[in-house]
Structure formats: C-alpha cells, structure tokens
C-alpha cells in the first residue's frame, strides 16, 4: 500500500482574535499500488505560525476509512524533546474532526501532529504542524501590577559627606570626605525599587585638621549621665616622690631652701624661707578626669568649663557644666593656662591650726607620670592621652578652647624643681608640723569617692634642716 499525504486549498484556518502565519505543512497523497483500494489518510489544518498566550485549536480531517473503528491520536513535541508525546485521543469516521483545545505554558517552539490507529496498527501520520508561542503583549502598568518590568527603575545618585572626628585631648578635628552610590534592587515584599547604597569610601586626597572648639567636645546634659566611668583623684604617699626629688631631697622627698633665688614668673619668693616638696596626683578610677573649657574671645577672663563624663567602650555619655572652676595664664616654668587652686598644700602645727598654704595656686592637670600598679589594666592607655605639648593652651595666650585631662592609670607629677612648688615657712618657729595635700581641693571634678583625697606626713622643721617623722605618712597611694 502507498501512503499519500496531501494539504488541501482550503487548509489554511482562521483562527479568532489570533495572529496567524500559515506553517509549511510536510505531508503527501498516499495511494494504493493497485486500483482495487485506497489508504486511510489523516490530515491536519495549520492553525498559524505564531501564538499569543492562548488556547491552540487541533481540527482537520480522515479520508479512506473503511469498516471497523479508528482511533485518532493527537501528538506534541516541544522544542527540544526527541520524543512525541500523546495528548488527546478520539474515535473518527471519515470527514472532519475538532480536538479539545492544547494548552501551552512554556514560550518557544511546539509542533502537533496526529496518527491514526486501526485494530491497534497505525495506518496513517498526519501533516505536521509547528507553532511559536509569545507571551500576550500586557497592558499592566506599575499601579496595576507593580514588577521590575512594569515599574521603572529609578536613576542612581552619588551622595557625599563630610566625616569629622574630634580627638579633644589634642583640641584636634580630623577631618575628610566620603561618597556612596545610592542604586536600587527590587523589594518582592514591597513590590517597590528600594534603595540599594554601596558602603561609604573615602574621597583620596580630602583628609584635612581643623582646630577643635566647645562644640566639637561637649555633649551637654544636666546630671552624671547613667553607665559613666568616673574619676578617682588620690596624692600619692608624700615620702613616695620621684626619682628627680629624690636625687634633689637626699632621699627623704623633702628640703628647705633657706633664701630662694629670684624668679621672674615669682619675683616675690626671692629670698624666702621655702619647704619644698614633690606632688603626685593620680587618677585610680574607672574613667578620666577631663575638664573642657571656652571662652568668647581671646582677652576675655570669664571661661565655661564642663566636666566630660565617658562611658566604659570611650564613648562621650555627657558634660556637665562646673561653673566653680576659673582659669589663668602663667609661667611657673611651663606657660600654659592653670585650673586656680585645684591642689591645696598646708602645714599645720601641733595643736592642727593652719599656719602656712602653699605658693602653688594653679594646676595643668596632665598625664606626665605612669602608675605602675595599675600599668596594663583595661581603660589604661599606653602612652599619655593629656600631654604637655596639648593640654591646657601651652603657650597659647590667645587659646579659646583649653582641656585638662588625667587618664585612668596616670599622674601628674609637680617636683620641688619648680619656683612656687613649696610652702613658705619665712618666720615659722621651729618644730613638728604636719603638711597635708589635698587633691581638687575645691570639688570640680565629680569622682568615684571624694573622701579619699588627702594624704599627709609630719615632719620635723629644725633651722634650715627638714625631717620626716618616721611611720606618720597617712593618706597616700603607695
């Protein structure tokens, strides 16, 4: 038997509210190798080339059927598959059939055909028929249906900022710039382009120092800000002095100069009878001791001072205004400005009666002494933070800004090598007399414990000659 495949005229179809491409349809005209019978054929109309997202109609005809019942079966293959797949089936008699409807999901290439069966023997293949399927042109809009496709995305920008940092100890503000380009992702929660920023960078070559001012170092609040790390200022045992002072007091910490030679910064001393001696104050808490001060212009007299509070991490908590502290500008060897009568020296005699203060009344509170027992504690720095090139305005007679400070775990050390560092006892009979210091003599620094401020020792004044009183030190730091 000779198996004819043929496309009719009327074959190509018109399909609703479609676009419609006639496809190649690869078929012949079987026919009987003799006169006496006809093969069964089975012909399928083109349903167009091209689809939109839609149901695909399967419809054509079989001609040449004889007795007996024949099975029609409609196949698929997609683009890359190798294999037909059955679909749908029906039983036929000659004359035109209609298939229910193929639905794809998938875009691309899809090809149909179908086989006829007779007696469970294939007897005759249709034409096949290759369809493209595209998605159906959408008129969603990004109110309607917000997506990425619907909803523009918005232009990226580059935004800049300037970074500054203030290091108060040094009444610095390092200062640079920095940029970031703000792009977008889209957010399936918010059905929304969101902003995507990149991490901040520097900006090469934009890194610059200003000086620093009040506002760069305080943070004001009214009272001692919760979780701050205070202070605790102690004089550290008074027959405890330095190396130096003990080079200069033949071991004992302290002397007599009987007429004091001429200073300028303290013409007044020439001459005088003098006790001389070194302090140490040391800052034992948890936290520093600083003091930031301004004022409005450089010949003003009136300074605002607070009191930084700082958490345990470093982090500025608060400042506090100290309105008792007061400030001047003098020598004493060092030319910076001084906190008045933070220390407070006296001597007093047996009955305990104050008979002579110090000549000292003005403190440059910095970290100049390391303490050793405390030397590699957590919060202890190094190397000092307050330094005598930094704090307190040296030689800065027009400074608007000055910051005294002691870190945790240092001193400030005061050596009898100073002109003022003394006691003047010019007329003082001799005998024992008890000489007290006091550290912040007038409270402006908020500590841990103020109590634990003085240290004392007797001594034993005979003319020019001054002794320690042995196993009378009380008070001080060992």
Known sequence: MLLVLAIPAQSRAVVPDRDQVVASAAGSVARAAGTHRVKPTATLVTVGSRYVSAPIPIRGRTAHL?????????????????????????????????????????????????VLYHRGNRVATSNVVRVRVVPRSSSATCASAPSPTTCPQPASTVEQRTVETANCPQLTVDTHQEERTIGWRWSASDLAWVPAPSPWVTVPGSEGQRAAGLADCVKVVDGIPAGATLPDLR??????????????????????????????????????????????????????SEIVADRSAADATDWTAYQNYYGADGTLLGSVLDPGVGFFYAGDGHHHWHIRDFDDYQLLDAGGTVVARAEKHGYCIQDNTTYTPMQGQPGVPEAPVYGEDTSCGKGLTSALTVVHGLSRGWGDTYPTTLPNQAIDITGLPDGTYTVRVHADALGAVAESDDANNTAEVKVQITGDTVTVVPDTSTGGLP
């Open 66 to 114: 004889g007795s007996g019942r024949y099975r029609l079966v409609v196949q698929r293959r997609m683009g890359g598959q190798p294999m037909w797949l059955n679909r749908d089936q029906q039983y036929v008699i000659s004359g035109g059939y209609r298939f229910s409807p193929q639905h794809v999901a998938t875009q691309g290439e899809v090809a149909f055909r179908t």
């Open 235 to 288: 004089i550290k045992d008074l027959t405890k002095c330095g190396a130096g002072d003990l080079a200069a007091t033949n071991g004992t910490c302290f002397k007599i100069d009987p007429a004091a030679p001429y200073s300028a910064d303290f013409p007044s001393l020439e001459g005088r009878k003098l006790l001389k001696f070194g302090v140490i104050t040391i800052n034992v808490g948890a936290g520093p």
